[in-house]
């Protein structure tokens, strides 16, 4: 007997979305984690406040909010430029709005990650006539990749979860073709139990490919 009824197809496709809008959203994400990072580093007080206020929007707000404001904002938006109505593509917004999400917790990992690189190293790099570009870069940099690794590959996989909620907006993902599936043939449990095992199993290879990545990174390290 096929208990997932001829769906199993479906599934696997919305699988297959699901990897795209979290691949999606994590490279447009550690872009705007970057220029958040960058905003709340400068001294003019302006563009870190608006680094500094980003950050805590975003973050202080629900991710389905955001998922909202992107789709629907994006749509009144554009029909108050064009003058019609236009529907925003669902999965364009949600990249965008877990983008955007994403990008709030990268800026705050970037920013504590460089700022836990001593001064004593800097002054030391500068001694020996590295430039302030060169130091960053050759001396900072390095040392504070390392020490984002971790929380940087766990928030990508929370990320990966998250794609779940854009399902509220019509995007083709897993969870929406699972609750596809469950309305046809009126068996919820073993279409979202079905979810369930495709989540674990991308989650642990997203897990696998995290440690991996650990491990390169620290292989030269000593304690």
Not at 191 to 216: K, N, Q
């Amino acid at each position: 007997m096929n208990l997932l009824q001829g769906f199993g197809g479906q599934l696997l496709l919305g699988a297959l979305a699901t990897v795209q809008l979290a691949v999606a959203a994590l490279i447009v994400g550690s872009l705007f984690g970057a220029i958040g990072c960058w905003l709340q580093l400068r001294r003019n007080k302006i563009l870190r406040g608006i680094g500094y206020m980003y950050a805590a929007v975003v973050r202080g707000v629900p991710d389905l909010l955001v998922v909202f404001a992107v789709y629907f904002g994006g749509s009144l938006t554009l029909a108050t430029i064009t003058g019609r109505y236009v529907e925003i593509n669902a999965f364009a917004a949600g990249v965008f709005a877990l983008a955007l999400s994403f990008g709030a917790y990268a800026a705050e990992i970037a920013r504590g990650a460089l700022l836990s690189v001593g001064t004593g190293q800097r002054e030391a790099a500068w001694m020996l006539g590295l430039s302030k570009s060169q130091t960053m870069w050759t001396v900072v940099v390095p040392q504070a990749a390392r020490t984002a690794l971790a929380p940087f590959g766990n928030q990508s996989i929370v990320l990966l979860k998250q794609t779940s909620i854009v399902s509220i907006v019509g995007c083709d993902e897993l969870m929406r073709k699972a609750a596809e599936a469950s309305g046809a043939t009126r068996q919820p449990f073993t279409m979202y139990l079905a979810a369930a095992c495709i989540y674990l199993v991308l989650t642990g290879f997203a897990t696998l490919l995290l440690e991996r990545a650990e491990a390169r990174s620290s292989r030269h390290v000593r304690v």
